[in-house]
């Protein structure tokens, strides 16, 4: 099956210092989500992103869908961006998750 | 309403209980998808409505999972007789079109079978 994969499954930043998380995928997707899930298990959207580069304020994204995979950048970190990081790639009907990065910002 | 909605938001059941658990979708989605994330791992998908017809049920685990969604808005996930292994927490999400488009999840279900 479709397999996608995510690095570092663990992280722990200083408060300001900024990340780089990695997705990859098996097989070329329809279309790729970034989320954070909070501590109390909400997904929040943070990009869809097919393809190229999109930012938002401290955050940005970029996915190289040719070379199948997908970055997520976080600049200047703050505590409130403690939580679960995922990625998911849209195949057919269905998001398909990776297993996340757990991002740990200690003040 | 402004997201989708979900409840409960917890339910604890014992084993062999029937469990309904119900999703409203942000309104005028098309889409609706139901996942289900067991601790520590990522979500993963059960089944799939466009309107009120249910094109993609290849996830759910087992005969003992139903969903439904009868006006192509609400949904209900029923599961019959509840077994350990189905303690997870269950997840909505709707997308305004087709499949392709973002997804918008619910805050879930949690669910502990006993």
């Known amino acids: 099956g479709i397999q996608v994969e995510q690095s570092p499954p663990d992280l722990i930043l200083q408060e300001g210092a900024n990340s780089t998380l990695r997705c990859n995928f098996s097989d070329s997707v329809n279309n790729l989500q970034w989320f954070h899930q909070n501590p109390w298990g909400q997904l929040i959207n943070l990009f869809y ?30 505590t409130t961006d403690s939580g679960v990081y995922f990625c998911a790639g849209i ?13 740990r910002v200690k003040s | ?22 999703c409203d979708p942000i309104s005028g989605h098309v889409s609706l998808f139901w996942y289900q994330q067991a601790l520590g791992q990522g979500p993963e998908f059960l089944t ?37 292994e189905d303690s997870a927490v269950y997840l909505c999400a709707s997308s305004s079109g087709l499949t392709t488009d973002t997804q918008y999840f619910g805050p879930g279900t949690r669910l502990t079978v006993l």
């Not at chain 1, 195949?91 to 996340?100: E, M, P, R």
């Not at chain 2, 192509?72 to 077994?83: A, N």
């Open chain 1, 49 to 78: 992103i097919p393809s190229g580069t999109k930012q938002n304020g401290r955050l940005s994204a970029t996915t190289v869908a040719t070379e199948r995979y997908s970055l997520l950048y976080i600049s200047s970190s703050q």
């Open chain 2, 48 to 84: 799939y409505f466009q309107n009120e017809a249910q094109l993609d049920k290849s996830g759910l685990p087992s005969d003992r999972f139903f969903a439904e969604r009868p006006e192509g808005s609400v949904s209900t996930l029923k599961i019959q007789r509840t077994q350990q």
């Open chain 1, 91 to 103: 195949y057919g009907n269905k998001l398909v998750f990776g297993a996340g990065t757990i991002l």
């Open chain 2, 1 to 22: 309403g402004a997201g989708v909605s979900q409840s409960p938001r917890y339910k604890v059941a014992k084993r062999g209980q029937d469990v309904a658990l119900r």
